[in-house]
């Protein structure tokens, strides 16, 4: 079976000011990034840090390498991260400077979410989601 969307490879991030987004998302995640473009000889412009139980790549980008015509408003997608204390997790990034969007709300057992605008004008959605540790589980032999 061949499958369209395999799974997130890379997510990114825009600022205008890439400095103060990788010292907070620095600050949030606990860890510098692991890639910073000025270190193969190509200036400051791109920073990533792998994240999470599948290292994802959080990538943030000078909005001045943004796509023409990218919006710089707030879009109309939010990418839920699985946090496993959402309450604690969103009044961290509250006390960080983000804005609340959306309070805790769930979304049924076992799904709980809640969603922040960062200092930057990115949407973090966070989300408690029985689902994805059921696959972690699964994925470590711990069914």
Excluded: K
Aim: charged residues 20%; proline residues 4%.
């Amino acid at each position: 079976m061949t499958h369209t969307l395999r799974g997130m490879c890379t997510f990114n991030l825009w600022a205008d000011d890439l400095q103060a987004a990788t010292r907070w998302y620095s600050e949030l995640l606990g860890m510098a990034p692991y890639f910073r473009s000025e270190d193969v000889g190509r200036g400051p412009g791109y920073v990533e840090f792998r994240i999470g139980d599948y290292q994802h790549e959080l990538g943030i980008i000078d909005r001045r390498f943004a796509p023409p015509g990218l919006a710089t408003a707030r879009g109309g997608t939010v990418a839920y991260w699985h946090v496993d204390d959402i309450a604690g997790t969103l009044a961290r990034v509250l006390a960080m400077g983000a804005q609340l969007l959306e309070g805790v709300t769930e979304r049924g057992p076992g799904f709980v979410t809640a969603s922040v605008t960062d200092p930057f004008g990115n949407v973090l959605g966070l989300m408690f989601n029985r689902h994805y540790l059921d696959v972690l589980g699964g994925a470590r032999g711990q069914r």
